[in-house]
């Protein structure tokens, strides 16, 4: 199902090289398309105390978005079960409530569970970083595809540290080949 198929690209850097239906229509969607861009991993959840960053996160995406910032969210259950069960559901409710226009994929487990395994880009995320502890851990994604930083539930996505980081990202040109 939507563990996220492996995709022979050789372009692409491997924590992206990676497909999964998007939330809205379940179209597959390449990560490698964001290869070059700095990009935010988070895990999301529609009845989470920490649900309210939707609103810190498209204004991330909003301000940065052309200067090469992606957010991407994956929804999850994983955690308290703080999710809706319908793909259908969770896109409208981010929509009407938070305005959410920053690319959202169909709900996933990002953490191993009894009954089903992470996707495989939350694989590669917890042994290169840490496995998510919670809804809205997020991972920053260098332009050259490699982890540089995660942040725990508590970190805004506005927060000085966080935003300091993504604008450090995003004026690093890579070195050409």
């Known amino acids: 199902g939507l563990v996220g198929l492996r995709v022979a690209n050789a372009s692409c850097p491997d924590l992206l090289n ?28 529609s009845f989470c105390g920490f649900t ?17 910032l992606v957010v991407l969210g ?38 191993d569970s009894e009954n089903a395994l992470a996707n495989h880009l939350f694989k590669k995320l917890s042994v290169l970083a840490e496995p998510p502890r919670w809804n809205f851990h997020k991972y920053l994604i260098g332009k050259d595809g490699k982890i540089i ?6 970190t805004s996505p506005t927060s000085e540290g966080l935003v300091n980081q993504i ?6 040109t890579s070195p050409s080949p």
């Open 18 to 45: 990676h497909e999964f239906p998007k939330l809205q229509d379940d179209t597959p969607q390449n990560l490698c398309m964001y290869k070059n861009s700095v990009v935010l991993v988070v895990n999301t959840a």
């Open 52 to 68: 309210k960053q939707y609103e810190g996160l498209e204004n991330l995406y909003k301000k940065y978005k052309t200067k090469g």
């Open 74 to 111: 994956f929804p999850s259950g994983n955690f308290r079960n703080q999710e809706y069960s319908s793909n259908k559901k969770i896109a409208e409710f981010c929509k009407n409530t938070y305005g959410v226009k920053f690319p959202m994929f169909a709900k996933s487990n990002v953490i």
């Open 149 to 154: 930083n995660w942040f725990s539930s508590m």
């Open 167 to 172: 604008e450090t990202c995003l004026l690093y």
